[in-house]
């Protein structure tokens, strides 16, 4: 969740939708994302919402504690009760987030996710994942997490080089994430994914692709590689500014992608996302698909993000401020937008052109889909499926996604 939140109208007292946003709602997908925002230490790169317990120490009281958290959150999930009201969907996928989910306790995990099923109930094959930082787990927490419900994992291994974990200010060793792929497959783990980062200063082509075999080699069923992103506000940022670490570089991130393009096709990995590759099919993330498809979801926890029936919402950020509100009978929303028809077409063009099967031309106005004939003239777009009335990325067009994006929604 990013540190910063948008402008918006009030969120009601009591956290109600206009009545529109419920209309239909059966037939789309739920999901639940529970944000965690404790962190042991801050990375230095990091811009998401999170706290280390120094930063909360004196602001916010028992309100902000771990201790009490898992209850604030299963309060939330209450409240999104009462809001849905006799909403028959069962959920399909659950995903913790953070910050480090696996800084609580594994009981704790799963009394937030047993308020889920209380209030909703899960559907039979839900997807149930947690985030993990590799040294915040071992086989004990593991397996109490599977034994909870959890269906899959997600390491953030970010890189196998030293140098690298250096600048990024992560604290596990090399090696590490790997024994946490064969230590969650120990405990029941179908479904294991490693999270890596490109494009670190300071990191070769010989060290990324030194990162994408061990990653490989570690046998989980899904990675993700995202570009590293310098965010403002971040200690990596001040670094850079200061000129003791280089920017990164756009044209280096981009042959990195093409490294790991090569190196997961070859290991039998198929990208279904830009930034995601996946084994098979039912190895995907069923959780982001559904945010790139538009589904309803509710984000709970501090500075969490919420999406039903055209309506976005935002928590306040602080966990005392989160806390406080839920301990007095109020929403913790923060703000919200009623998205507008235009909104939402502008949004499913950017988020499904993202996925390898694109979004349908029919989307697109008389502007955009001129652009889309001359995107599969200069091999953007895959110029079969256009003709078949869907926009599709080539590979050459994932790396050009953003500035193409924006000729579609034109």
Known sequence: MPSTLPDGEPV??????????????????LAFYLHVPYCATRCGYCDFNTYTASELRGSGGTLASRENYAEA?????????????????RVSTVFFGGGTPTLLPPADLGRMLDAVRKEFGLAEDAEITTEANPESVGPASLAALREAGFTRISF??????????AVLERRHTPGRPEACVAEARAAGFAHVSLDLIYGTPGE?????????????????????????????????????RRGEIPDTDEDVNADRYLIAEEELT??????????????????????????WRGADWWGAGPGAHSHVGGVR??????????AQALSHGRSPGAGREVLSAEDRRVERIMLELRLADGCETGLLRERGRAAARRAAADGLLDAAALAGGRAVLTLRGRLLA??????LVD
């Not at 959150?73 to 969907?89: H, M, Q, S, Y």
């Not at 953030?156 to 974990?165: E, F, P």
């Not at 919402?313 to 989160?322: E, S």
């Not at 953003?402 to 000729?407: E, F, H, I, S, V």
Request: hydrophobic share 45%; aromatic share 8%; with cysteine.
């Open 73 to 89: 959150v299963a309060e939330e999930v209450r409240l999104a009760r009462k809001v849905l009201g006799d909403d028959p969907r």
């Open 12 to 29: 009601p007292a009591d956290g109600g939708l206009p009545p529109a946003a419920l209309a239909g709602a059966a037939a789309r997908p």
């Open 204 to 240: 070769s082509d010989a060290d990324w692709r030194a990162s994408l075999t061990a990653a490989i080699g570690a046998g989980p069923d899904h990675v993700s590689a995202y570009s590293l992103i310098v965010e403002e506000g971040t200690r990596l940022a001040r670094r850079v």
């Open 313 to 322: 919402w935002w928590n306040v950020k602080h966990p005392g401020a989160y």
């Open 156 to 165: 953030g291994m970010q890189s196998a080089r030293a140098h690298v974990l």
């Open 266 to 291: 070859a290991a039998g990995f198929g990208w279904y996302e830009i930034s995601n590759w996946a084994a098979s099919p039912a190895d995907r993330c069923r959780h982001n698909e559904l945010y």
């Open 402 to 407: 953003d500035a193409l994006t924006r000729d």
